[in-house]
């Protein structure tokens, strides 16, 4: 799970049938380690309850800005001034209207007019509602104010149409907050390339040469540059995961077609942090049609591929990171990669060691660099990779200065 410890997070709640979905994404917030505040409009509350959200945050949620016997009419000031998000989801026409007209008509648009936090909107009504020239209007004076809008997606809604309207998952909704959170974090106007992922070496038009890469490790390296405000490219191997909210993915098979995304997209990057799992070896030949099980046995033939981090980049200004993934001698064979590939620290993890390895959602490494080695202990890969950017960005704004 990544990290909201100490982040003031409102988040803002109106009327519409998405408001349930509300109730899981402050459950995720509060179990981030955000402290959630909740703002309720009163049609919201005919929809889902504040008990609901007092029972998943553990705090007071507010509808009624008259309420003064629950402190809400002094608190939402301190609220207000405090949070470093105003979250509004689901966010609707009326909603979105009152805070583009800066009309402060209930506790949620009083709240938006008294923050200077930045402002997170996750639109959620009927498609023609959304399509209406007024809401668009409202919308596009937000975002010429700063406020960042997340979604809406294109579905079937709750009234029957099908069009853009749905809100965004709440996934990708935190992803969207966590981006805004780190617009202007320590890798601002820096970009960041990632790697992750297996590569495939086709044998046939049915077939490949592969590994067991998940990608877990890598895509939560991407996410932990874009929580730093990096501009982040992401060269991707297949994997079964989503896209990270305003990560810009580059899909490759082939270690060779990895290699020449690589090379594009480090032409102006500040750091290149290859978590993939690059095969070795790939079929010294494509068979141009799929092989049939006539012969009882034979020999695939294999040539090395292009070692992507040895070939790219020894270009000055950018820092270059790898991953050692070993099943023994860990340590030993983890320098010389360092060495060999020149890089300026290598990660190294034992793939065979309880709780790591393709497919966990967890690991234990090593960082060494040539002035040392730090073991880190069992940890999720989502703190890996904030621990491995911690090192990065060290390493980024070295190079700024040098320049
Ligand atoms: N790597 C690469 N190109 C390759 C193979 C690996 O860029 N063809 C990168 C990996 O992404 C990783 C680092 O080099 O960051 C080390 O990868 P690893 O598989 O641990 O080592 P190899 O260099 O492949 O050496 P060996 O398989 O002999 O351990």
Redesign the pocket.
Same mark, same amino acid.
């Given at each position: 799970m990544y990290n909201l410890t100490d982040r003031n997070i409102i988040l803002g709640v109106s009327g519409s049938i998405a408001a349930y979905k509300a109730a899981d994404l402050a459950s995720k917030l509060t179990q981030a380690g955000a402290r959630l505040d909740v703002v309720l409009t009163p049609v919201a509350e005919r929809f889902v309850t504040p008990l609901t959200f007092q029972s998943v945050t553990g705090r007071r949620a507010y509808v009624d800005m008259f309420d003064t016997a629950s402190g809400a009419s002094e608190q939402h000031v301190e609220m207000a001034r405090r949070a470093h998000a105003l979250l509004v989801a689901p966010a609707t026409a009326t909603t979105i209207a009152r805070i583009a007209l800066g009309l402060a008509e209930d506790m949620l648009s009083l709240t938006a007019l008294a923050t200077r936090a930045p402002i997170v909107i996750c639109p959620a009504m009927d498609p023609h509602m959304y399509e209406h020239e007024a809401t668009q209007g409202h919308l596009e004076t937000l975002l010429s104010r700063g406020v960042h809008v997340v979604g809406p997606e294109v579905g079937r809604l709750a009234s029957g149409h099908t069009g853009p309207g749905r809100m965004s998952d709440v996934d990708t909704i935190i992803g969207g907050l966590r981006y805004v959170l780190g617009r202007d974090g320590d890798l601002a106007a820096k970009k960041v390339v990632v790697?992750a992922g297996g590569t495939q070496e086709p044998i046939d038009p049915v077939r490949y040469v592969g590994n067991y890469s998940s990608g877990k490790m890598g895509y939560a390296l991407a996410e932990a540059a874009r929580d730093r405000g990096a501009d982040v490219a992401l060269v991707s191997g297949a994997v079964a995961l989503p896209v990270p909210y305003a990560v810009r993915a580059v899909f490759v098979r082939s !270690?060779a077609e990895m290699?020449d995304a690589v090379v594009v997209e480090c032409a102006d990057a500040d750091a290149l942090i290859?978590?993939?799992?690059?095969?070795?070896y790939q079929p010294a030949e494509a068979i141009g049609q799929k092989m049939k099980r006539r012969r009882e046995s034979f020999s695939l033939p294999l040539v090395r591929?292009?070692?992507?981090?040895?070939e790219?980049g020894h270009r000055q200004g950018l820092v270059r990171v790898?991953? !050692?993934?070993?099943s023994e001698d860990l340590l030993a064979?983890a320098r010389h990669?360092l060495e060999e590939?020149g890089l300026e620290f290598?990660v190294a993890n034992d793939v065979t060691a309880d709780g790591c390895g393709f497919g966990s959602d967890t690991n234990k490494v090593t960082l060494i660099d040539r002035q040392g080695e730090e073991e880190l202990t069992l940890m999720p890969k989502h703190d890996v990779a904030a621990r491995v950017l911690d090192r990065v960005v060290t390493l980024v704004q070295a190079q700024g200065a040098r320049k």
């Open positions: 790697s !270690a290699r290859m978590a993939a799992a690059v095969a070795d591929t292009p070692d992507i981090l040895a790219v790898g991953f !050692a993934a070993e064979n990669k590939k290598i």
